[in-house]
């Protein structure tokens, strides 16, 4: 018969067993992410740092909202929210401009390709519809789904704002990069549009400023 103590001792050890293992599992989950956010990013030169800084947008607007979402998955769907274009030619991975209706449906099925691609691994599957949906409208314009309003999972809502707050602070597929100012102003104009009004609202109660020059050190640090 097996003493309480040595009992007791295995019992610690398996559980320490399980949270290596544990640790080992997520590691390599953020490196296949990592990986995919790195190939996209070979793939559009004009597009590095964007899913990082996506991110760093998302967790920003999430802790304003009082974490509503757990941070960490919906860091993984922020970094991986473009990895669908993985699945379009070049040209429009390195422009984001297309040509004509075709180019236009193809950039459009970028966030049902990243689904597709991040569904071989189960873990995801949590968060994998924030990346599906983070390109629906609050009007119910967006794609792929067509979604409207709160039908719109909230991750997908967070994400979309952290999106576009950096695709205007930056400047891609041929648009110019705004002035925070400008940003700003533009958000507004598309809360009950494109974006959850109560979102925007959180997000341009943020200090902006301050964690905009604080994003301009992080990766200044990091390269």
């Known amino acids: 018969m097996v003493s309480e103590p040595l009992y007791q001792r295995q019992l610690m050890e398996y559980a320490q067993d399980l949270a290596r293992a544990y640790r080992e599992i997520r590691r390599s989950q953020d490196d296949f992410l990592e990986l995919l956010v790195t190939l996209v990013e070979l793939k559009a030169p004009a597009a590095r740092g964007h899913a990082r800084r996506v991110a760093f947008w998302a967790l920003r607007l999430n802790e304003a909202l009082g ?15 473009d990895v669908g274009k993985l699945g379009l030619p070049d040209r429009l991975i390195a422009s984001w401009v297309g040509e004509g209706e075709d180019d236009r449906r193809l950039i459009e ?38 979604l409207a309003g709160e039908a719109i999972p909230l991750g997908a809502r967070v994400i979309a704002i952290a999106n576009g707050f950096d695709y205007r602070m930056h400047g891609y597929g041929g648009d110019p990069a705004y002035t925070l100012a400008g940003t700003t102003a533009w958000l507004e104009h598309q809360a009950n549009a494109s974006y959850d009004p109560a979102l925007v609202r959180s997000f341009l109660d943020m200090p902006l400023e301050a964690l905009w020059a604080n994003r301009l050190w992080l990766e200044e640090v990091q390269g």
Request: hydrophobic share 45%; proline share 11%.
């Open 67 to 81: 974490r509503p979402l757990e941070p960490a998955p919906l860091k993984a769907a922020a970094l991986a929210h």
């Open 109 to 146: 099925a970028h966030p049902q390709l990243g689904a597709s691609l991040l569904e071989h691994v189960s873990a995801f599957a949590g968060w994998i519809p924030w990346v599906r949906h983070h390109h629906e409208r609050w009007d119910g314009r967006g794609f792929p789904a067509g």
